[in-house]
C-alpha cells in the first residue's frame, strides 16, 4: 500500500490522462446533447434518436461515475499530511469559489440563451436569475452539479480522514490487495450499489442533480468516490485491475447489452426496470475498471501535453458548456447541412473553449482562483505574460509587466 510519505513523489500519470479523455467525453457528450432528442437549452432544428441516443445513454451510464471514482483516487494523491481542516479549506478553493463564480458568470448566459424570446437581453435576465427554480424558473447550477457534489462528498469523508491513517486499516488495506487479486472479485462493490439503489430509489427515483432530492444518485457517485480513495491508493491493486482488464471490458459488453436487451425481454415495466438498473449498475463499474486496466498499461508516462492538460482540464470543463450553447444559439439561425453544423460547432466550441482559457485564465492569478487553479508564482507569471506580448494591446502589457515586477 502506498503510504503517505511516499504518495508524492508516485504519482499515478494515468489517472491524470483518464480525467483528461472524460472531460473531453463530456465536451463531446453536450455537443451530441445539441442534437439528439432529449430536452435540452439550445436545440438543433432536426433532432435524432436512434444510433446517437443509445451511444449517449451507454456513455452516460458510466462516464461520470468514472469521474467520481478517480475523484477519489486524486483525493488520496492530493491529500498528503493535511489535517480534516486543511483538506477541507483546499477544497472550498478549489471546489466553491468556481462553483460560486460559474453560477454568476456561466450558469446565467446558459438559462438565458433557453428563454432569449422572454428578455431583451441578457443584462435585463441577470436581476431576475433568482427567481424560482429552474426550469420553471431561472436559478440553476446545470453542468456544475458535478463540483457541489464533489464538495458535499469531501465533507462527507473529512471525519474519517484520520481512520485511513490508522494502523487497522492498513492491516485491512492488506487483506483487500490479496482479495482484489481474485479474477472480478471487485464486483463486490457492485452489491454495495445494488443495495443502495433498492434502499433509496423508492423515494428518489430520478436523477435531478439538484443535491436535495437526489440522495439515490449521490449514494451512487459516494460509492466510487470512495471505491478510488480505497482502490487505487494500492500499486498492487492498480496491478490486479491492469491484469484483469480484459475480463472486465468483456463483463461490460455482456451487461452493456444485458441494459439495452432489458426493455424487450420483460413483460411488465417492472422487471425491465429492474433488470435495467442492476445491469447498468454491473456495466458503469466494470467500463470504470476496465478503463483503469487499459490505462494503467497504455497511458502511465509523462508528457509535456499532460502536465498542460491537465491544468487546463477544470477551467475547460467550466467553461466549455455555455460556448457549445452560445455557439448552437446562433449556429441554428443559419442554414447549412446538419453535418456541417456539427463540424463547426465542435471545432469552434473547443477552439473557442481553449482559447478562453489561454488568453483570459491561464496567464492571470484573479481569473485562475475563480478557475479553480493555483496562483502562478511570480517568476512564472512574468514568463506566461511574455508569451502573451504580440498578442496584447500595448497599454495591457505595459500594465501587466508593471504587475510582475
Request: proline share 5%.
Amino acid at each position: 500500500m502506498l503510504t503517505y510519505k511516499t504518495q508524492k513523489t508516485e504519482r499515478q500519470y494515468f489517472i491524470d490522462w483518464l480525467r483528461i479523455i472524460l472531460i473531453l467525453s463530456v465536451f463531446l457528450f453536450h455537443i451530441g446533447m445539441f442534437f439528439n432528442n432529449w430536452g435540452w437549452h439550445v436545440k438543433n432544428p432536426t433532432q435524432y434518436g436512434g444510433i446517437l441516443e443509445n451511444i449517449m445513454i451507454f456513455l452516460s451510464r458510466w462516464r461520470m461515475p468514472l469521474l467520481f471514482l478517480i475523484s477519489g483516487a486524486g483525493t488520496y494523491y492530493a491529500l498528503g499530511k493535511r489535517t480534516p481542516g486543511k483538506y477541507l479549506g483546499e477544497r472550498f478553493k478549489r471546489l466553491m469559489i468556481p462553483f460560486l463564480a460559474g453560477i454568476f458568470i456561466l450558469v446565467p448566459v446558459q438559462v438565458y440563451l433557453e428563454k432569449a424570446d422572454q428578455y431583451s437581453s441578457l443584462l435585463s435576465f441577470y436581476p431576475q436569475m433568482f427567481e424560482g427554480i429552474y426550469p420553471e424558473g431561472n436559478f440553476s447550477w446545470h453542468h456544475l452539479w458535478f463540483i457541489l457534489y464533489l464538495f458535499v462528498i469531501s465533507l462527507f469523508i473529512a471525519p474519517f480522514l484520520k481512520m485511513f491513517k490508522s494502523r487497522g486499516y492498513q492491516r485491512f488495506s492488506i487483506r483487500l490487495e490479496r482479495f482484489a487479486g481474485r479474477p472480478l472479485s471487485l464486483n463486490i462493490v457492485v452489491a454495495i450499489l445494488i443495495v443502495s439503489q433498492l434502499l433509496l430509489r423508492p423515494y428518489f427515483p430520478d436523477d435531478t442533480h439538484a443535491l436535495f432530492n437526489d440522495w439515490a444518485s449521490m449514494a451512487l457517485d459516494i460509492i466510487f468516490f470512495v471505491s478510488g480513495f480505497m482502490l487505487l491508493s494500492s500499486k498492487k491493486i492498480i496491478e490486479s485491475i491492469r491484469k484483469q482488464k480484459k475480463l472486465f471490458l468483456m463483463e461490460a459488453a455482456v451487461f452493456t447489452a444485458a441494459m439495452f436487451s432489458s426493455p424487450h425481454l420483460f413483460a411488465d415495466d417492472s422487471g425491465a426496470d429492474l433488470s435495467w438498473g442492476i445491469s447498468s449498475m454491473f456495466m458503469a463499474w466494470s467500463c470504470a475498471l476496465a478503463a483503469i486496466g487499459y490505462a494503467k498499461q497504455y497511458l502511465n508516462r509523462d508528457t509535456r501535453l499532460r502536465k498542460a492538460a491537465n491544468e487546463a482540464i477544470y477551467p475547460f470543463y467550466l467553461l466549455h458548456q455555455p460556448v457549445i450553447l452560445l455557439l448552437g444559439f446562433f449556429l441554428i439561425k443559419v442554414e447549412m447541412p446538419d453535418f456541417m453544423r456539427f463540424v463547426i460547432l465542435t471545432l469552434s466550441g473547443f477552439g473557442i473553449t481553449l482559447g478562453f482559457y489561454w488568453f483570459l485564465v491561464r496567464p492571470f492569478n484573479i481569473a485562475r482562483v475563480i478557475f479553480g487553479m493555483k496562483p502562478l508564482p511570480r517568476s512564472e507569471k512574468a514568463g506566461n505574460i511574455e508569451e502573451n506580448l504580440q498578442l496584447m494591446p500595448q497599454a495591457v502589457i505595459e500594465s501587466e509587466l508593471r504587475k510582475a515586477n
